[in-house]
DNA sequence: CAAATATTGATACATTATATCGTTTCACTT
DNA sequence: AAGTGAAACGATATAATGTATCAATATTTG
């Protein structure tokens, strides 16, 4: 597997990148977590993943349904919630709380909180792991006295290509 | 209308505080900020609200609903819905992406983006505004080319009342 | 009052997600 | 190779959240 870490920059994905590239290491990536942890990387779920490689963009699980359907046959609504919770349980997808969508990670690693950053105009997301704000939080769950359990951050605006037409 | 901004202090709501201060601060500054509009804060959104203001929980639309039933009628979903979405437009209340629940808002005005904590044993929510965080946001924005329109954060976990039972 | 505007109620429907359960497939052992 | 138990699947139904439409009613404006 390829394991240098340049699918990560730039953060916010590029037009003329070589996205074949970023296809075949999020795939392989999946296939090597998989077997790390003891899971199996069978057809359907490597299904689900191919499809939100195919772009940086969001998808909802019913387009996913219906990009299976145009593959093969439709599966039921519950298969690609399954596969969906499998590859957000390893980290390999995210899913944007406030579109009820997912995507592909194109991350290495989470050491630090991730943050979203989405384009309504193309529906291309980027990703970025900034350690000022995970100290920020920490020092204000502090103050509040507050534990934290998870982090939620989706920015949504305008990315660089489109604001270049 | 009282316009010290104590209501505000601490930032998580605290057990023993004078909660009937809060919600008539809130439905007295609702009243205000209609005005001020142009809008009407006729009785079905101010029904919202006040169920809302009820306490410092979010709570899902079909709660409400089953509230507003309690009290007179049911009203049709979307009448919540409508209710919910002019309350929003203006900032009388805030939306939880990732729980798809509402609750009203407890700050005077939101200068800075703001950041939500929700307590998953309770279900209170408190708001910060950190300008730290909102920096950092605009440094990461310059450096990926990337025109902000909105910031969601929502950050869960277990508030100091819940930790110390 | 009359016309224009805003709001409501009623109905139906769309979208996203989960529950249940019997069957099949897979990995592993004997 | 056959047996066994765990994991995954398909099929079906349904829950939860959110919208669309449109006629009827209420409110504001002139
Ligand atoms: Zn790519
Ligand atoms: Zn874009
Ligand atoms: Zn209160
Ligand atoms: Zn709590």
Request: hydrophobic share 35%.
């Amino acid at each position: 597997m390829n394991t240098d870490r340049s699918v990560e920059s730039p953060h916010f994905p590029q037009v003329g990148h070589d996205h074949a590239r970023c296809q075949s290491w999020i795939l392989q990536r999946a296939e090597v977590r998989c077997r790390q942890e003891g899971m199996r990387f069978i057809p359907q779920r490597r299904e689900v993943l191919e499809i939100l490689a195919t772009s940086h963009r969001s998808l909802g699980a019913y387009d996913i349904l219906e990009r299976m359907q145009a593959r093969a046959r439709r599966p039921p609504p519950a298969a690609v919630y399954r596969s969906l919770e499998f590859l957000l349980g390893l980290g390999l997808i995210h899913r944007m709380a406030g579109r009820n969508t997912y995507f592909a990670c194109t991350r290495s690693d989470h050491d630090q909180q991730i943050q979203f950053w989405i384009c309504r105009h193309c529906g291309m997301v980027g990703e970025t792991e900034s350690p000022v704000v995970a100290g920020e939080w920490q020092r204000l769950s502090d103050s509040l006295g507050f534990r934290v359990s998870s982090v939620n951050v989706e920015i949504e605006g305008e990315c660089i290509t489109c604001r270049n037409p």
